[in-house]
């Protein structure tokens, strides 16, 4: 059995994600590959040589975002939280996602202007709407959402359990 670190999906919209963007993944570098050859070989750049991968791109990111917050892999220095006492390490833990979940929330609320914007407008290579590039964003946000709420409650249960959100015991130095 290999160690993948936990990176493997375990539930059916995991795999969903999981696959959606390996799928996104290849069509983009199919599309740019294409582009590309289309381009230096044969002089006859296609129209949405731009706006498609990068639609693509937009796309991707933005699914597999909640996906990598479920699995941790947003960047995260604990050092100095490691070190804290439990009650004011559960307070800036705490701080922490209550940020986090502000700045999507902030985010999703400043995107809707944006997609009222972009809901009458073209893209003048693919003659498709240009909101096609705003729903990822919000889509993003709210799976973003709730797998960082399902984060702030494992931290807060693992806090009144006496537990690491990690799984390691709390009572060693430092957490007393």
Not at 41 to 52: G, H, Q
Not at 88 to 105: K, P, T, W
Not at 106 to 112: A, I, K, M, V, Y
Request: glycine share 8%; aromatic share 12%; charged share 15%.
């Amino acid at each position: 059995m290999s160690d993948d670190g936990g990176l493997r999906p375990k539930t059916l919209i995991d795999h969903v994600f999981w696959y959606l963007a390996a799928g996104l993944m290849l069509v983009m570098t199919g599309a740019m590959l294409y582009a590309v050859v289309a381009r230096y070989f044969f002089n006859r750049p296609p129209i949405w040589s731009e706006d498609v991968p990068r639609t693509l791109f937009v796309w991707m990111v933005m699914l597999v975002l909640g996906f990598a917050i479920k699995l941790g892999l947003n960047i995260r220095v604990t050092t100095f939280t490691d070190m804290l006492p439990r009650g004011l390490r559960l307070a800036v833990e705490s701080s922490m996602h209550i940020l986090v979940l502000g700045m999507i929330a902030l985010l999703f609320w400043q995107t809707l202007p944006i997609l009222e914007l972009k809901a009458t407008q073209r893209m003048l290579s693919t003659g498709w709407a240009e909101s096609i590039l705003v729903w990822p964003i919000l889509i993003g946000c709210v799976l973003a959402f709730l797998y960082q709420a399902r984060q702030f409650a494992d931290v807060v249960q693992a806090f009144r359990t006496g537990k690491d959100p990690s799984g390691a015991n709390m009572s060693g130095a430092g957490m007393g």
